[in-house]
């Protein structure tokens, strides 16, 4: 399975984005899919992930701003950014967890996509 994520650009705090990332290969094995971020010298964070069945989860900062979708008819994700803060730079990646065998796991990264927010 191979991730390409796009919709990152620069934008001034309180705007809006719109991240895509599209699936392709063996998307079949897709269990969850979402969206990380990495902001400048911190850790990768969970923003949002969601399950094969639709359930969603986020991280506790971005609930209410931030929301996931899933389309999978097109094996795309999206990740809706609403009243974006400053703290929210980061370069912004789409993971997958795959189901590759009946008790084996794998983990899928994109590139990342670099989100900016300006005060």
């Known amino acids: 399975v191979q991730l390409v994520e796009s919709g990152g650009g620069l934008v001034q705090a309180g705007g809006s984005l719109r991240l895509s990332c599209v699936a392709s290969?063996?998307?079949?094995?897709?269990?969850?899919i979402g969206w990380y971020r990495q902001a400048p010298g911190k850790q990768r964070e969970m923003v949002a992930t969601v399950s094969s069945g639709g359930s969603t989860n986020y991280a506790d900062s971005m609930k209410g701003r931030f929301t996931i979708s899933r389309d999978n008819a097109r094996d795309s994700v999206y990740l809706q950014m609403n009243n974006l803060e400053p703290e929210d730079t980061a370069v912004y990646y789409c993971?997958?967890?795959?189901?590759?065998?009946?008790?084996?796991?794998?983990?899928?990264w994109g590139q990342g996509t670099l989100v900016t927010v300006s005060s």
């Open positions: 290969g063996s998307t079949y094995q897709i269990k969850a």
């Open positions: 993971n997958a967890l795959l189901q590759v065998s009946i008790e084996g796991h794998l983990e899928v």
